[in-house]
């Protein structure tokens, strides 16, 4: 069986707590997103070094490696996104899916202590991306091309989510806040 594309469009997340990893990124101070994004990426060193994480738990689920492979690209994206909203005025964001990646990349191929090193390097980027963005900054506009619109600050908090939700999916509860 393969893994059926998630379609979701997730910015609800900006508003409300998520019922599946319970994390609630409507509540996160701006300034606590590169302490969390970098504490996911230490446990998800840990998930790596799994002997079974190359172990899709049924076939129509990714496997943790395929999850922290997915982790890293998104803290890449994201580090492009950030950028580009930086640089330009309102960018409209490429679009980016993430299934066509997982299997043209062949994620459930990839050397899990390879991926450990590149996510949290691609974590440490995005981390010290976001922390770099003075105050008056985190109101620049970024636009998803179904024409969602994110601040900084948005987007920050919509990022985090994401490395934080998929700890959930392979199994691991989120601890709690940055401090």
């Known amino acids: 069986m393969a893994i ?4 979701k469009d997730w910015t609800w997340v900006l508003d409300r ?4 990893c319970g994390f609630d990124a409507s509540t996160v101070v701006y300034d606590e997103v590169p302490t969390l994004t970098r504490r996911a990426a230490a446990v998800w060193s840990d998930v790596l070094r799994r002997t079974d994480v190359a172990t899709r738990p049924d076939p129509s689920v990714w496997s ?6 997915h982790v890293r ?8 996104r950030l950028a580009l909203m930086l640089s330009d005025d309102e960018p409209v964001f490429a679009d980016w899916d993430q299934d066509a990646t997982a299997v043209r990349a062949r994620y459930n191929h990839e050397d899990p202590a390879a991926v450990a ?3 949290t390097d691609a974590a440490d ?3 010290s991306g976001f922390a770099g963005i003075d105050v008056a900054r985190r109101d620049r506009v970024g636009l998803r091309s179904d024409g969602h619109s994110f601040t900084v600050e948005s987007l920050a908090r919509y990022f985090v989510h994401d490395p934080i939700h998929h700890l959930h999916d392979v199994g691991v509860p989120w601890p709690g806040r940055a401090g």
């Open 4 to 7: 059926t594309p998630d379609g």
């Open 125 to 127: 980027a995005v981390a």
């Open 73 to 80: 690209d998104v803290c890449r994206i994201f580090t492009i």
């Open 117 to 119: 090193v590149a996510l």
């Open 64 to 69: 943790p490696l395929e999850y922290s492979a």
């Open 17 to 20: 707590p998520c019922p599946e």
